[in-house]
């Protein structure tokens, strides 16, 4: 469930979104980073996006 207090990651998620459209194969992205800065959140709605 996507947390609807997640915000000001709009230039992150963009290019997520992009690396991710980058080919038309399928892609293997990886987030890293600490515990609880968003990976998750970050990764759902460019899951569920287009592009």
């Given at each position: 469930?996507?947390?609807?207090?997640?915000?000001?990651?709009?230039k992150e998620l963009?290019?997520?979104?992009?690396?991710?459209?980058?080919?038309?194969?399928?892609?293997?992205?990886?987030?890293?980073?600490?515990?609880?800065?968003?990976?998750?959140?970050?990764?759902?709605?460019?899951?569920?996006?287009?592009?």
């Amino acid at each position: 469930m996507q947390n609807r207090n997640f915000t000001g990651r709009d230039k992150e998620l963009k290019e997520l979104q992009c690396t991710l459209n980058a080919e038309k194969h399928a892609a293997l992205t990886a987030l890293t980073g600490l515990g609880d800065v968003g990976k998750t959140q970050l990764g759902l709605p460019a899951n569920r996006s287009p592009g």
